[in-house]
């Protein structure tokens, strides 16, 4: 249930799309309007979540502290996983965000006989991660050529070192194939790694799905069945400076390609894909840990929770402490005469 | 709105960054390449629209059947018309203008083809 | 001791089906329930304890009531789902960590095998993403757009009595130890997604005694135990007879509630009443007669220790308020803490947002090394760890080694001062200075990788004694591996929850190796004036070359 229905949903948004494409007008819903909305919905979505968290303060200073503070001037500070200055936090931010810092020091644990627990060394989540996320970026990048004119030269040359072994005709994109690998082993781990199929949700295997579908109809559409990529361009090109115009011949497969774009691009904003914005928003990775050198103000700090009052401590106890020589506030009272005691007592 | 100062910008950054395609307006959607159809010929070796997708895979083809297979350089249309399969001699002999045929296009869609890299480019396009 | 015999527990946490094991679970998580069982749950906060509480935080803590985790009627008040999720949206707004952490998991699972609750146990709910997934369900139910509109698809769940219970059972398997929050590529930290449950469960008056009680002890009488100031100071000058005959000197230098002293010395309180805290606290006072230290300790404010941190914010400011307070009314100039976790994280990350600005004191200066300490300007309150490094380095110190020589140590670093304050270098500055023999426990168990004891949080309670041992057992496996492969039989921390509780460890798991504060090892090494020949270290064990 978990894997099967956001791939039946998946199937079924392909399926809307090669319908419609077919009817009167409606290239031009999945091709101009939907792709127009989706855009907006995305960018207002994205721009809505974050001042959302934004709302909410961060009351505490609580980074998380994952090497040597900075402290006495001859011990050696880490100063990228435990950052106490604005440049140490980009520092570890870079890292983070980049290389994805914290998913390289996993580790995987095993139990044996004894018993006896052994931590080994587990890069593959990080390494593919990278690989999924780098290809993303570089094939949104290389789309640029078919939203601006003329096409900046870094689209170039991403697309040249793209197709750098020059292997097929259209020349063949690497990382087409390292992010179907990416995604194929995020796919796999899910299904095949106990914990990780255990803690798996619907809301995990969508994406996934829905990205290879995108991979999928793009790849079909550049080596397989074709399609007049001018033709695309005019539109897509003309979506960009608001003047999109559907003319001549678009396979199919590219109206089902724009389709699961536009539901990746509104469904993300309402999804775990915001990790993407909440990354850098994490209070536990994105503060510097100078906690005790600048006060860390709490906007709904309540100044009305006062300790239990030494006065009333005092008050309590203050026989006791006089008898044990404890310095006190206030003495005690005049000690009653001793018939007065033996009264009380009885 | 806590940290303004920080997240604002980073928003607007964001934005601008998604929307580069649309402010980056040094392009005009109106002009769309016009390759230069030959005067002389009406008839090509495949029709117009699976030219269009299609012709670097043809290209491929004779290739691969020419210099791997032995296969022979003379092809037919549907009409029964003979060509010579062979860029150079074939397609360059009536789109004879790299610049004004093929180049239109590729550079539209930031295409590179590597026939170049071999092939001795027209004359006129040198 | 645990109701389960060692050989067994050996046998079970390898060969039981359970996640760790490699055996797959029958069903969804969410279709398991939460089972109370004598032997899994921390006993209910008595009403008297709720009641105590409530008068000081109203609203805070629920109704007072007596109520049975294994009964299926907690008798919880009628609207208590509509107080947590009043509850929840409160924290929300509050809190801009459980909204990012709340909606940028993706479940990738990098956390599920750092929790040492999950290594021990194999429960899949104690992978952190799974935990937090308790509180994140019901969050996507009542706050996102998706879990309203998707429901269960989109991983949504009412807020039941089922979940209820499993908030209890699982956000007190929790020690807050932030281990996950190390793995986690968006620094999600279950530590703090355990105390915003708890302070949810608090809401409706679902806690534990063995935290509440402690917390009230600390609020009324300034140490957990509930020592009244002539109790407290009478157990502490005990310990000056025991150094006496350790050592040969009569220290002088230990008051308490002095005005003008220049430091004002707070300590987890564990350590002036229990073993081995109690050759801990004999460590800092040779040390600061050593060194002529103008000190003074208060019977007031002298539970660092913050047991408030393991309920609600709230409270955890109330009983950390006492120490300013107490540092004003004395005129003291600076504040110095002793070996303490959980303290040492509401010191270093929460007090001066709480409780300061603490305008009325002085930048830490060492008055023997001349030292300022720029890394506490604004808290005013550095660590002994810190203070004693400081002292060390400029050869400050007469010190004796070999006095340490019958023990082969290593040490543990705690959760909280590793991973949420940095302090990691000075105390093994302190233990290579002051021994001969130390050893490191493996690299993914240390540092920032440190395993919990097991029982942090107020999990220290007698009634869960398997769980304790279970959740302990990563760190007491590294404790076996350096006993092995070193002869390792001295385990050393900076924690007074660990001190309690490493002793139950290893009393369990490495019955050979002890447990000792840095500062015990020390004062074991420290040259007394007038000192007489030492035969035995602190805790009366003969030296090395003294036995028989």
Redesign the interface.
């Known amino acids: 249930m978990r894997i099967m229905s956001p791939l039946i949903a998946v199937l079924a948004l392909v399926l809307v799309a090669l319908v419609t494409a077919q009817v009167p007008g409606g290239q031009a819903l999945l091709g101009i309007i939907l792709p127009y909305l989706a855009f907006a919905l995305f960018l207002g979505g994205v721009v809505y979540r974050v001042q959302h968290w934004a709302k909410s303060p961060v009351p505490f200073r609580i980074p998380t502290t994952c090497g040597q503070a900075n402290s006495l001037p001859w011990i050696k500070q880490n100063k990228l996983d435990c950052p106490s200055t604005k440049a140490g936090v980009i520092g570890r931010m870079l890292l983070e965000v980049l290389l994805f810092r914290s998913l390289f020091r996993n580790t995987k644990a095993e139990i044996y006989e004894g018993p006896k627990l052994v931590y080994g060394s587990s890069k593959f989540l990080w390494l593919f991660a990278l690989l999924f996320h780098y290809c993303f970026l570089v094939i949104i990048l290389r789309h640029l050529r078919l939203f601006m004119d003329p096409i900046p030269g870094f689209v170039a040359a991403l697309e040249f070192g793209d197709g750098f072994f020059q292997i097929g005709l259209p020349v063949f994109y690497q990382t087409d194939a390292i992010f179907l690998g990416a995604l194929a082993f995020l796919f796999l781990r899910r299904v095949l790694l106990t914990n990780i199929r255990y803690i798996s949700l619907p809301a995990d295997y969508f994406p996934l799905f829905l990205i290879s579908g995108i991979a999928i109809t793009g790849i079909l559409m550049r080596y397989f069945l074709r399609v007049d990529v001018v033709a695309i361009k005019q539109l897509t090109h003309g979506l960009a400076t608001f003047s999109p115009a559907i003319t001549g011949q678009i396979g199919s497969i590219f109206f089902v390609h724009i389709f699961l774009v536009c539901a990746l691009l509104i469904y993300l904003p309402f999804s775990k894909l915001m990790h993407m914005a909440g990354v850098f928003m994490s209070p536990t990775r994105n503060m510097m840990n100078n906690s005790r050198m600048v006060r860390h103000i709490n906007p709904w700090n309540d100044p009305k929770i006062k300790p239990h009052s030494y006065a009333s401590y005092e008050d309590e106890f203050r026989e006791f402490m006089v008898g044990a020589d404890i310095p006190v506030e206030k003495e005690l009272p005049a000690q009653p005469a001793e018939e007065e005691v033996a009264k009380a007592v009885e | 709105?806590?940290?303004?100062g920080r997240?604002i910008p980073?928003?607007i950054l964001?934005?601008g960054l998604?929307?580069?395609?649309?402010w980056?307006?040094?392009?005009?959607?109106?002009?769309?390449?016009k390759p230069e159809k030959p005067k002389d010929y009406t008839e090509c070796v495949a029709p117009t629209?699976y030219m269009?997708?299609?012709h670097?895979?043809l290209?491929?083809e004779w290739r691969d059947d020419i210099l791997r297979e032995g296969g022979s350089r003379v092809g037919k249309t549907a009409n029964g018309t003979e060509y010579v399969r062979s860029l150079q001699n074939g397609c360059m002999k009536c789109h004879n203008d790299k610049k004004k045929f093929c180049d239109a296009?590729h550079n539209?869609?930031?295409?590179?083809p590597?026939c170049w890299d071999c092939h001795l480019q027209p004359k006129e396009a040198m | 001791m645990a109701d389960t015999k060692v050989a067994q527990m050996k046998e079970k946490v390898v060969k039981e089906p359970s996640l760790m094991t490699g055996a797959v679970p029958a069903k969804d998580w969410w279709d398991v329930e939460a089972v109370f069982k004598s032997g899994n749950y921390c006993y209910p906060a008595k009403a008297s304890m709720v009641a105590y509480h409530n008068k000081n935080l109203p609203g805070l803590f629920g109704e007072p009531r007596e109520w049975d985790p294994e009964s299926d009627n907690w008798n919880l008040p009628e609207n208590w789902q509509e107080i947590l999720l009043n509850g929840l949206k409160e924290r929300l707004d509050k809190f801009r960590s459980l909204k990012i952490f709340m909606d940028c998991c993706v479940r990738c699972g990098a956390c599920a095998d750092k929790c040492h609750f999950f290594l021990g146990t194999g429960d899949p709910k104690n992978m952190p993403v799974l935990r937090a997934e308790l509180l994140r369900s019901v969050y996507r139910n009542d706050f996102t757009l998706a879990g309203k509109l998707l429901g269960k698809m989109a991983g949504a769940r009412p807020m039941t009595f089922k979940v209820l219970k499993e908030w209890f059972m699982y956000f007190y398997q929790c020690t807050e130890c932030r281990r996950c929050s190390v793995f986690c590529p968006y620094g999600i930290d279950t530590a703090e997604i355990t105390m915003m449950a708890r302070e949810l469960l608090h809401l409706v008056g679902v806690g534990t005694n063995w935290i509440l009680e402690p917390a009230a002890n600390s609020n009324r009488t300034g140490n957990h135990l509930g020592l009244q100031p002539h109790t407290f100071k009478e157990n502490a000058e005990f310990l000056l007879d025991d150094i006496e005959e350790a050592t040969g000197v009569r220290l002088n230098s230990l008051n308490f509630n002095r005005k003008g002293a220049e430091i004002l010395f707070v300590i987890p309180s564990a350590d002036v009443f229990a073993e081995p805290g109690i050759f801990t606290f004999m460590g800092y006072l040779l040390l600061f007669e050593h060194i002529g230290l103008d000190y003074t300790i208060s019977t007031y404010a002298s539970e660092g220790g913050n047991f408030g941190s393991f309920t609600h914010n709230s409270l955890m400011k109330k009983l950390n308020g006492k120490i300013y307070a107490e540092a004003k009314r004395l005129g003291v100039k600076w504040i110095l803490g002793g070996e303490c976790g959980h303290m040492w994280r509401v010191l270093h990350q929460y007090m001066d947002t709480m409780n300061g600005p603490a305008d009325f004191l002085q930048v830490p200066v060492s008055p023997i090394t001349g030292t300022r300490f720029d890394n506490a300007t604004a808290t005013k309150m550095i660590h002994i760890s810190e203070f004693t490094a400081d002292l060390i380095h400029h050869n400050k110190l007469k010190l004796d080694k070999s006095r340490n020589d019958h023990r082969i140590v290593t040490f543990h670093d705690s959760c909280n001062p590793a991973r949420g304050m940095g302090l990691i270098e000075e105390p093994r500055h302190i233990l290579k200075s002051v021994c001969n023999n130390f050893y490191e426990m493996p690299e993914n168990t240390i540092r920032e990788n440190t395993f919990c004891c097991g029982s942090g949080t107020g999990l220290n309670t007698g009634e869960i004694m398997d769980l304790r041992m279970r959740a302990g057992l990563p760190r007491a496996n590294a404790v076996r591996h350096v006993a092995d492969r070193h002869g390792v039989n001295m385990l050393s921390c900076v924690c007074a929850i660990d001190r309690a509780t490493l002793l139950a460890l290893n009393q369990y798991w490495n019955p050979e190796v002890e447990v000792c504060g840095v500062s015990e090892l020390l004062g074991n090494a420290l040259i007394m004036e007038g000192e007489k020949e030492r035969e035995t270290d602190l805790r009366f064990a003969p030296l090395a070359g003294m036995e028989g």
């Open positions: 709105m806590y940290g303004k997240i980073a928003l964001f934005l998604m929307t580069t395609p649309m980056y307006k040094s392009g005009d959607a109106g002009k769309m390449p629209a269009r997708t299609s670097m895979v290209l491929n296009c539209y869609t930031s295409v590179k590597y």
